[in-house]
């Protein structure tokens, strides 16, 4: 059961901690940030603000959309704070205009908002953007049967609509008005029921279907009559296919060999389909693949070192053997390359589902799509990749504390007894899977942690028990009766002692707050997996014990008559011991004198206190917020700006400092912003999420990697000491703000 409990154990991030915060979104299409400030924003922040419970408000407005976040002190219950706002919101819908959506309530979840795995959908400029959008509306289907997967987010794709455009002057000409027309679009275009009817076994339900399937309907619609005679659409507008504003943009930037491994593969698929290339040697065919590369309008910018080893990877592609070739796929490239057309596809969980398995089924959807040439698919980040590295930290741990117990038992009390007092650590951790499975927990980065933090304190029962039952056994008692009387012997002491360990951590499970949440995990996982320690100690050893339990060679050096041990570690301790216990003052002395300046060397020496240590990162990501009412376009260029000197693009002022060390992959996403509110603090909508390469080839620390891209984003020189061009911060981007926490530049 245990082994099954940890097997099927939702494997996740970080804990699903329910957060005090309730999300209202309301949208109005063609408003102006100013229009949704006035009309949706600021209403419902009035009704909102004599919410009880209520700690803080946030708002923004943007085109189109209103997003009010209303955070509630930490002992409100999140139900009970939902149905408080929408009480609230149905209150204020009366003050709404009339053509605004619904407002949308719902709680804020970082599951729901953040994306576990993200998907890059590149093309060459051969393929249309609309082609990757609707190969990526396909794998978007796939990928929301995945059991587990919340929803699933397109990043810079353009979805199709059919546009009627109106000729103000021609509807005027025909006495009609833009809402009078407008009103028969929206009136014309539904589905209505016109009732029931019965046969004599079923009755069946009926409608009227009025949508439009095509844009001929909509063209011969009539909107009106002059003397008689009907005015259709197409005498007061135009009506074609188009697509749906432009709300978000994305790149991607491959600098790893498996990106050029890439670029090789689509070039030689595209000479096999445009030349007889059945009689073609290799070398012909290298050359024409130096050739297309040449041919490049950037290739003096294009990273390929068109050397032998260029050459060995395109013979291996024209062999079929490139696409799994993973020989240094890792490495990286130094020179900077043009983004690629790429569509994003945000792969976002329900909340307790295992990421490992979500993962691994997107994977293998992902591996059967049929792609078009000149088009890849490219996994651009996979919490699951952390979890499996804490998962088999985990599994080391539980190892080597099995083999360190084996060692130091062995020595003192034999092979055998030494695998009985190590058997405590498996049966301990499964019969905490199993406990942490039935109360609902999840295996996560807090838990683990508990788990390999607990490690070392399973043994402790375990050692005393068996250790008292084996003394018994050398005594000459038999192997049952030594089981029975050494448990009765030292079980309170044993459980006072687990006890004492509990009642340091018990008091941590009523920590209060947000964080309280987030870690109260530690103490109820460290909790259980120390009770289990003690019923195996209590239960399981002594069991076994009187099964198993032997005489060891070292029990020839314990005294038949005193019963003690002999051998010359014993006699050590025996006299130290003996030292300490005759001069009691002197040692209380010590030992105080000790711990005063221990505290005085931590206070003159110590480095601090850190929530966590710091590493280098594997990510990071810079944020940037654009001025309010910003256009797609406009923070773009923003973008583009920060692009262009992170990778040391030509023009940037960069170009001699190249792009910055240790650049794996870039993926950019740009969305529209917003204004009149603070919320979502300093994460702005344009994100370039920068990944580093593998420890093995990385040129230096990614701290310092993370200090230069500052330097760059403020015009200075990587070391810092020399101004090479205006920061990206300056009085036309008041708005743009590059700070760095933990890693992630904002």
């Known amino acids: 059961t245990g082994i099954y409990s940890y097997v099927t154990l939702p494997r996740e991030s970080f804990p699903d901690v329910q957060l005090p915060y309730i999300i209202v979104s309301t949208g109005l299409r063609g408003a102006t940030p100013t229009d949704i400030e006035t009309s949706i924003t600021i209403p419902l922040e009035q009704e909102l603000d004599s919410v009880e419970g209520r700690k803080t408000i946030r708002s923004s407005s943007m085109e189109g959309f209103s997003i009010i976040s209303v955070e509630f002190e930490s002992g409100v219950g999140n139900q009970v704070a939902l149905q408080r706002v929408r009480d609230k919101i149905d209150i204020a819908k009366g003050d709404l205009p009339q053509d605004a959506d619904e407002p949308t309530v719902k709680e804020f979840s970082l599951n729901a908002e953040f994306p576990m795995l993200t998907y890059a959908l590149t093309g060459s400029d051969r393929i249309a953007l609309s082609e990757l959008n609707d190969l990526a509306e396909k794998i978007e289907d796939e990928l929301k049967l995945i059991p587990g997967v919340l929803e699933v987010d397109i990043i810079g794709g353009r979805d199709r609509e059919v546009l009627v455009e109106v000729d103000p002057s021609r509807v005027q000409q025909y006495g009609l008005s833009l809402a009078q027309v407008k009103g028969i679009l929206m009136a014309s275009n539904v589905n209505t029921s016109v009732g029931t009817t019965d046969s004599s076994t079923v009755r069946l339900s009926m409608r009227a279907p009025g949508e439009f399937r095509t844009p001929a309907e909509i063209f011969n619609l009539p909107v009106g009559n002059i003397n008689g005679v009907p005015v259709y659409i197409r005498d007061v507008a135009n009506v074609y296919y188009s697509f749906v504003d432009e709300q978000s943009r994305a790149r991607f930037y491959d600098f790893s060999i498996k990106g050029c491994n890439d670029t090789i593969n689509a070039i030689v698929r595209n000479l096999k389909t445009q030349a007889r290339v059945e009689n073609w040697s290799n070398d012909a065919f290298v050359q024409a693949v130096k050739q297309k590369i040449a041919n490049r309008p950037t290739s003096q910018w294009e990273p390929y070192k068109l050397d032998s080893a260029f050459e060995s990877r395109v013979v291996k592609s024209i062999n079929g053997e490139l696409m799994n070739d993973s020989t240094d796929e890792e490495a990286i490239l130094s020179k900077y390359i043009n983004a690629k057309k790429t569509i994003a596809l945000h792969v976002k969980r329900k909340s307790g589902s295992n990421i490992p398995k979500i993962v691994a089924q997107a994977d293998k959807i992902i591996a059967d799509v049929d792609l078009p040439e000149d088009v890849s698919i490219i996994k651009t980040m996979d919490h699951s990749k952390f979890i499996k590295t804490m998962v088999d930290d985990l599994e080391n741990g539980v190892l080597t504390s099995l083999i360190l117990v084996l060692i130091v038992v062995f020595i003192g009390m034999g092979m055998r007894n030494a695998i009985l007092v190590s058997l405590a650590i498996p049966f301990s ?51 049952t009766r030594a089981a029975m009387t050494g448990v009765q012997e030292v079980a309170w002491p044993v459980i006072a002692s687990t006890l004492t360990t509990v009642g340091a951590f018990f008091p941590l499970v009523f920590w209060p707050g947000i964080m309280g949440e987030f870690m109260g995990y530690l103490p109820r996982t460290v909790i259980i997996v120390l009770c289990c320690s003690l019923l195996v100690a209590l239960i399981i050893n002594p069991t076994l014990s009187a099964l198993f339990i032997s005489r060891s060679k070292v029990d020839s050096a314990i005294d038949p008559e005193t019963h003690r041990p002999t051998y010359p570690l014993a006699l050590i301790y025996k006299r130290g011991l003996e030292f300490m216990l005759d001069r009691s003052a002197w040692t209380l002395s010590c030992a105080t004198i000790i711990f005063f300046v221990s505290l005085l060397l931590l206070m003159r020496f110590g480095k601090g206190v850190q929530f966590f240590p710091e590493t280098d990162p594997q990510e990071t990501t810079v944020s940037i917020k654009p001025p309010e009412g910003s256009s797609v376009e406009r923070s773009d260029d923003l973008s583009r700006a920060a692009e262009d000197r992170l990778l040391g693009a030509p023009g940037s002022g960069y170009e001699a400092f190249g792009v910055i060390p240790n650049l794996k992959q870039a993926s950019v996403s740009v969305g529209l912003s917003g204004g009149g509110g603070n919320f979502g603090g300093d994460v702005g909508p344009v994100q370039i999420k920068v990944t580093f390469a593998d420890s093995a080839y990385r040129t230096e620390s990614t701290k310092d990697t993370v200090i230069k891209m500052r330097n760059r984003v403020a015009g200075l020189s990587d070391d810092g000491k020399t101004v090479v061009a205006l920061p990206l911060i300056g009085a036309d981007r008041k708005s743009t703000r590059l700070n760095s926490s933990h890693g992630k530049l904002s």
Do not use: P, Q, Y
């Open 429 to 479: 951790m499964l019969g905490a899977f199993l406990i942490i499975k039935v109360v609902g927990l999840t295996l996560n980065m807090i838990v683990l942690f508990s788990l390999i933090l607990a490690l070392g304190m399973l043994v402790d029962n375990a050692i005393v028990i068996v250790e008292n039952i084996h003394r018994h056994h050398t005594m000459g008692v038999s192997k």
